[in-house]
């Protein structure tokens, strides 16, 4: 691929994680699954949240624990082509401030700071989604990671 491929593509596959994570933030994930292929991972850490429907019973379960602010900001992203013009992987990192209540909550440290690497397909409807998005942390902070259906308090 040629230097303005690449410009695009890591236009493509950061708008598709800028997007995901804006759903995230600012709707609860009420339409995370649709960023993955029906086989879609999420992982964060030992966590696994395999195929759409797990990925939106997991949202929808978050979404049940009451109110939750989060911001999950992305760097230092780089995206780096596949085999085919359908395939890539985007990699980077997340920090995430997180804290349950409504705004405007105190000021901490991030929730986690993790690396993360997401390989991206662009499925038959043209649209690139995450085949896997997996994200490897690095810091913890003293608040609460939802990333799975049980209590954790560190």
Excluded at 9 to 25: G, I, M, P, T
Excluded at 115 to 122: H, N, T
């Amino acid at each position: 691929m040629g230097e303005c491929n690449n410009i695009e593509l890591w236009y493509e596959l950061n708008q598709l994680a800028v997007r995901y994570w804006a759903d995230v933030n600012r709707n609860g994930g009420q339409r995370a699954h649709e960023f993955y292929t029906e086989d879609g991972l999420f992982q964060v850490g030992d966590t696994r949240h395999s195929g759409r429907k797990t990925i939106q019973e997991f949202y929808g379960w978050r979404a049940t624990r009451g109110a939750r602010l989060s911001r999950h900001l992305l760097s230092n992203t780089v995206a780096e082509p596949g085999s085919t013009s359908d395939n890539a992987v985007l990699r980077g990192s997340v920090s995430l401030f997180a804290a349950d209540g409504e705004p405007v909550l105190e000021a901490k440290p991030p929730t986690m700071i993790a690396d993360f690497e997401a390989v991206c397909v662009r499925d038959s409807d043209h649209i690139w989604r995450f085949k896997s998005h997996v994200l490897t942390p690095l810091f913890r902070g003293e608040g609460r990671l939802n990333t799975a259906k049980r209590e954790q308090r560190h």
